[in-house]
């Protein structure tokens, strides 16, 4: 190796962290416009909006983690200057509490917020399954009735009717932590970390099964890609009872089949005998205002793997077939959840101060909205592009520019340094729907040349030579320069028309 080739410096290889992903302009804004829905849903509820940083202190996240198997206990930490550990949030549920607790007298009780933000967990990544996603937060803190549970679940059904999910393809799965406990405590296990991991083990039936569930709840279970994961230790006739709590909504029936199946699973607990109470008051509260079972159902199958949920417990799922990773016809599932957490709040405080909420997961949700054909971006996302052909005309062509954007419509000059193939080739690589084009014979006749890109791109499928588009000119029009805002604006009321 040459001295030159030894000093030569070594490119950086453009690379995503694991786990991680670039999202384009096109799910930026349908993601944008999913979010405005739930939010107007939110806001009809009487939520209002809150933000809170990225970091919190790693202590005001406490013990209640997502995946304390992997390192730094399931979130991403580091130290300030002044050695103090922070952590990127994992949720938007622990960062209100703490913000809950520093307000507490300010605020009015109950306080209901709603939050939108990135949360990050420092968990295996997988299919679908990132370390940065983003999530829609709706919380009442200060109500321990029942009925704010219920609330929660019907602002959700009402949020995915919202955009464009009809009933039948969604429901919203209503469970209570301490039903389960009132099993647990039935069958003698109350180790708080055998009861965690009881928690993840059911929380992962939707996605690997029952019987990779009762390894779980066993010793154990060695996956595909050879990584053993521990299990709960449970015995045979332990794992038969819990088993038996989690498919109690297998046979279907009403509300109120299942909580009478579930009133002989708790034998003599008080706990789990206040769970059923619980659940009795959100089925009274949902039948009264007319949300039937078809859109919030009873399912004991659903606990929820975060450690302080501490009484109902919610999935939102969406029940339409896709087709996985194996081909197999399987439902699309999960895209949000939540629970009471009635502890959280108290960690600050010492006092108890109750509180339920719900998370929508973004991302997943917007694939879900991608795949029925309603993740719709904002008409005329992307803007009309002014063209520069006579580099000594550019304030000429700024002039354009703003005339357009001053009637309200997206535009923009060409700033790179080619000419008019690259820069045509440009317009169509951004998605522009309208090119506006003008040259010294333009300029001299007092005209612009308007190219529709999108009526372009149809008739140029049609076109079988050079000579026939140079002939046809295809989408391309004519107007007076003092025409050029009106003459847009009738363009792009057109395609409007054409392409819905």
């Known amino acids: 190796m040459s001295k030159k080739q030894k000093n030569k410096p070594q490119r950086i290889k453009a690379r995503l962290p694991k786990g991680f992903r670039d999202i384009d302009a096109a799910e930026v804004a349908a993601t944008r416009e999913m979010l405005n829905t739930i939010r107007g849903v939110y806001e009809s509820y009487g939520f209002t909006a809150l933000e809170t940083p990225f970091i919190e202190y790693a202590d005001a996240l406490g013990k209640f983690l997502p995946d304390d198997d992997r390192p730094n206990e399931g979130v991403f930490s580091f130290q300030d200057e002044d050695e103090q550990w922070l952590s990127l949030r994992y949720d938007l549920t622990a960062p209100l509490a703490r913000h809950v607790a520093a307000n507490f007298d300010k605020l009015p009780k109950p306080f209901r917020s709603m939050r939108m933000g990135w949360v990050f967990r420092n968990e295996k990544p997988g299919p679908g399954r990132f370390r940065q996603f983003m999530q829609c937060d709706a919380d009442t803190v200060g109500s321990a009735s029942p009925l704010a549970d219920a609330e929660v679940c019907m602002m959700a059904a009402d949020a995915l009717e919202a955009l464009g999910i009809a009933r039948g393809d969604y429901v919203v799965r209503v469970n209570n932590r301490k039903i389960l406990d009132g099993v647990l405590q039935g069958i003698g296990q109350a180790d708080e970390r055998a009861r965690l991991t009881i928690l993840r083990a059911i929380d992962k039936l939707d996605r690997l099964g029952p019987d990779a569930v009762r390894q779980l709840l066993g010793e154990g279970r060695l996956d595909e890609s050879g990584d053993f994961t521990r299990g709960a230790g449970l015995d045979e006739e332990q794992i038969r009872q819990v088993m038996a709590f989690v498919e109690a909504g297998l046979e279907g029936g009403s509300r109120a089949d299942i909580l009478k199946r579930l009133e002989g699973l708790v034998g003599g607990s008080e706990t789990g005998r206040a769970g059923i109470d619980e659940l009795a008051e959100m089925a009274a509260f949902l039948d ?193 320069r003092e025409t050029l805002v009106q003459t847009v604006r009738d363009m792009l009321a057109a395609q409007a028309r054409e392409q819905g």
């Open 288 to 480: 009264a205002v007319g949300y039937g079972q078809d859109r919030i159902a009873f399912d004991p199958s659903v606990v929820r793997g975060l450690d302080y949920y501490t009484g109902p417990v919610f999935e939102a799922e969406l029940t339409f077939q896709v087709t996985d990773e194996d081909g197999n016809k399987v439902r699309f599932g999960s895209v949000g959840g939540g629970g009471r957490y009635d502890d959280l709040v108290a960690r600050f405080t010492g006092q108890p101060v109750p509180a339920t909420g719900f998370s929508v997961g973004v991302s997943r949700l917007h694939a879900a909205l991608r795949h029925l054909g309603r993740a719709h971006a904002p008409a005329q996302h992307a803007p009309v592009v002014v063209l520069v052909l006579d580099r000594d005309q550019v304030a000429d062509y700024w002039r354009m520019v703003e005339e357009l954007r001053a009637a309200g419509i997206a535009a923009e000059m060409y700033m790179g340094t080619s000419g008019l193939k690259a820069q045509m080739k440009y317009a169509d690589r951004r998605g522009a729907p309208i090119a506006v084009i003008v040259g010294e014979e333009e300029r001299q006749k007092g005209e612009v040349q308007l190219k529709d890109l999108i009526e372009g791109r149809r008739k140029a499928a049609a076109i079988a030579s050079r000579a026939e588009w140079v002939e046809s000119r295809p989408a391309q029009i004519a107007a007076p």
